[in-house]
């Protein structure tokens, strides 16, 4: 079963528009992970918030954590067509960094 | 690149059959996870290997099994494959003791059960 769930399911924005995307969880965590998987292939680790964090950046990357809420949310900036991929958030149910339950996904088109 | 490579990257197989897949890790790295990702989902978390010890399993049933060796690759073997296999496997390793929590994925095996 999947742990987090993203919003929106699927997202097509123009180049250089921002994109969002949201990740809700269910339980409590230690930390959250992005992930991005360009189509049927491997995924590749984007950033990690730990739950005492609230926000975290990365080149245009920005994270955002709300515990309280359950909820974590990605921000890219200033998207290029390179930008096309699926996006997972994924959390350590387990208590290990290194078991992840992963969303469903949000599915990023960025048109040029 | 990732340093993580898996065999096969394709393959097709029918209903009561075996399939062995293998993932080498990168170097150094002795934490080793497998994941099933059905079309269209997110990757589930099958079980991981630690130094050749299973060390934490998923909700799948025992024809799903593995094993880790001396230099750190990996096999997955999957018994009697059923219709609902079919899906990509994807390998994950790291280095154990790291606290970053970053995972590096293979490029996967992808499964076509017929």
């Known amino acids: 079963s999947q742990q987090g769930e993203e919003d929106p399911q699927a997202l097509s924005i123009q180049e250089g528009e921002n994109a969002t995307m949201n990740c809700s969880y269910k339980?409590?965590?230690?930390?959250l992970q992005w992930y991005r998987q360009n189509s049927g292939r491997g995924l590749v680790h984007l950033i990690l918030?730990?739950?005492?964090?609230r926000e975290k950046h990365s080149g245009r990357l920005r994270v955002t954590l709300d515990t309280s809420k359950k909820s974590s949310s990605l921000l890219i900036t200033a998207s290029r067509a390179a930008d096309t991929a699926s996006y997972f958030c994924?959390?350590?149910?387990?208590?290990?960094?290194?078991?992840?339950?992963f969303g469903s996904g949000t599915q990023l088109t960025v048109l040029p | 690149e990732t340093g993580v490579t898996q065999s096969p990257t394709h393959l097709i197989k029918t209903r009561g059959q075996q399939v062995t897949l293998r993932c080498s890790s990168q170097s150094g790295h002795n934490t080793v996870s497998w994941y099933q990702q059905a079309l269209g989902q997110g990757p589930q978390f099958i079980f991981q290997y630690y130094r050749e010890e299973e060390n934490g399993r998923g909700n799948f049933p025992p024809r799903f099994s593995g094993l880790q060796f001396p230099n750190y690759s990996s096999e997955l073997n999957v018994n009697a494959l059923e219709l609902d296999d079919s899906a990509l496997y994807l390998c994950a390793s790291d280095a154990g003791g790291s606290n970053t929590g970053e995972l590096f994925f293979g490029e996967g095996s992808r499964l076509t059960v017929l």
């Open positions: 994924a959390t350590d149910l387990f208590g290990s960094a290194r078991q992840l339950t």
């Open positions: 339980t409590s965590i230690n930390n």
């Open positions: 918030i730990r739950s005492n964090e």
